[in-house]
């Protein structure tokens, strides 16, 4: 077997084995978000911040219905100004949470991508969004580190590479944004957001 057919080989092995009990759960919750009109924060870093990047644009975008109103997703990754500011102010751990604290209110929904599951600033946020009454949604790797531990649902992409986990974690995010889209367009919802 040469390079290129085990790493597909086994990038499809990783894909069938997750849970689609986890992930229609993470659609429900996301799914509930847009009907209260909450907001949608997404964090990663790396490949995981352009997965949150990827990820903020479907939501917004490919599950926009005529006649519908439109989800709510901000990636706290685009922003580097922001980014850089709080990296170079206070510390790396601090880029995700600071931006939380402007806009997070109880309620919303804190997306948290992470291979390893135990990046310092990714875990900062999901503490703070859980101190603060928010939901946490987290896409780990393989077992899932403390984000699998901390988050109120998850989803494990179970790939023996970091590179496998995040192909992983993109397939999901098409996944979640197609069945958003679906049930978006089966919905009679149609007024405006319940929270302002």
């Keep these: 077997m040469d390079v290129v057919d085990r790493y597909l080989s086994e990038t499809e092995a990783g894909i069938r084995a997750i849970s689609r009990d986890d992930v229609r759960a993470v659609v429900d919750a996301l799914f509930a978000a847009w009907l209260q009109g909450r907001t949608i924060f997404i964090v990663g870093n790396g490949g995981s911040a352009s997965t949150a990047s990827h990820m903020m644009n479907d939501l917004n975008k490919f599950t926009s219905i005529e006649g519908r ?16 500011a709080y990296g170079n102010d206070l510390s790396y751990e601090d880029v995700f949470v600071e931006p939380l604290r402007n806009l997070m209110r109880g309620g919303d929904v804190l997306v948290a991508i992470s291979g390893s599951g135990n990046s ?3 875990i900062k946020a999901v503490q ?3 101190e603060h009454d928010a939901q946490v949604i987290g896409l780990c790797g393989s077992p899932g580190g403390k984000l699998a531990t901390l988050s109120h649902l998850r989803v494990v992409v179970p790939a023996a590479q970091i590179c496998q ?3 992983g974690h993109l397939v999901l995010n098409h996944a979640i944004a197609m069945a958003l889209r679906a049930r978006i367009a089966a919905s009679e919802t149609s007024a405006a957001p319940s929270v302002v």
């Design 69 to 84: 109103r439109r989800m709510r997703a901000i990636a706290l990754t685009d922003n580097v100004p922001l980014m850089t």
């Design 120 to 122: 310092p600033n990714v």
């Design 128 to 130: 703070y969004a859980m």
């Design 165 to 167: 986990q995040e192909d």
